[in-house]
């Protein structure tokens, strides 16, 4: 299976150069500032690309995502929306989930206690995890050289182990790292400046 993955395309979606592939994911921020009308756009565009599947979490900048789990779902009828629940594509156990760690009074901000309780849902047999934070540590330094991860998510994946951890969320520190049995990528399109400068990331299971 060929997965092709993005994140923080921050409504730049059709500048991108897209290969072809088998699941097509998105570790959220689809938008610049929550606008449905982006996200209609994205769902519009999704219709035309060579994927079967095509898997999305929303991100802090995708407030309109984050008033109903329906509406949301109605608003991305090309893709599986997921927030808190997984699916399984040809045998493979994918999950995702949307939250973060409080910044900067935007969408999908918990403290790391409610965090916590969200993380405990992973299924312990998940093989592709998609959040939109980082775990601590991991590809989580901002411009400042402060880390922005979720310790509790760190935690929680000391006790899961899936096979892939797709997220975004922190710009300037996209790219890629094998910890123990887990492969960590972060997605990031956009650079810190918000311009669509990365490669999408290609990952073969």
């Known amino acids: 299976m060929k997965l092709v993955v993005i994140s923080d395309t921050h409504g730049l979606h059709r500048s991108l150069n897209l290969p072809s592939g088998d699941v097509?994911?998105?570790?959220?921020?689809?938008?610049?500032?929550?606008?449905?009308?982006?996200?209609?756009?994205?769902?519009d565009y999704l219709k035309d690309l060579p994927f079967r599947h095509r898997v999305v979490i929303a991100g802090n900048h995708d407030s309109c995502l984050e008033r109903s789990i329906r509406s949301s779902k109605?608003?991305?009828?090309?893709?599986?929306?997921?927030?808190?629940?997984?699916?399984?594509?040809?045998?493979?156990?994918?999950?995702g989930s949307p939250w973060q760690p409080p910044f900067e009074n935007m969408s999908f901000n918990l403290e790391e206690g409610a965090l916590g309780e969200k993380w405990k849902m992973i299924?312990?047999?998940?093989?592709?995890?998609?959040?939109?934070?980082?775990?601590?540590g991991i590809l989580d330094v901002n411009s400042k050289q402060e880390h922005q991860g979720s310790t509790?998510?760190?935690?929680?994946?000391?006790?899961?182990s899936p096979k892939l951890h797709l997220f975004g969320h922190i710009h300037e520190s996209r790219g890629s790292i094998c910890t123990g049995n887990t492969k960590f990528v972060n997605a990031a399109c956009c650079d810190e400046n918000y311009c669509?400068?990365?490669?999408v990331w290609e990952i073969e299971l």
């Open 123 to 136: 299924p312990r047999d998940v093989d592709v995890l998609i959040t939109h934070t980082p775990p601590y």
């Open 24 to 43: 097509l994911i998105h570790c959220g921020d689809i938008t610049m500032s929550g606008q449905l009308d982006t996200v209609r756009d994205f769902n």
């Open 152 to 160: 509790s998510l760190r935690a929680e994946l000391e006790k899961i």
């Open 74 to 95: 109605s608003a991305l009828t090309e893709a599986v929306y997921l927030q808190d629940e997984g699916v399984t594509i040809d045998g493979i156990r994918f999950y």
């Open 196 to 199: 669509l400068k990365n490669a």
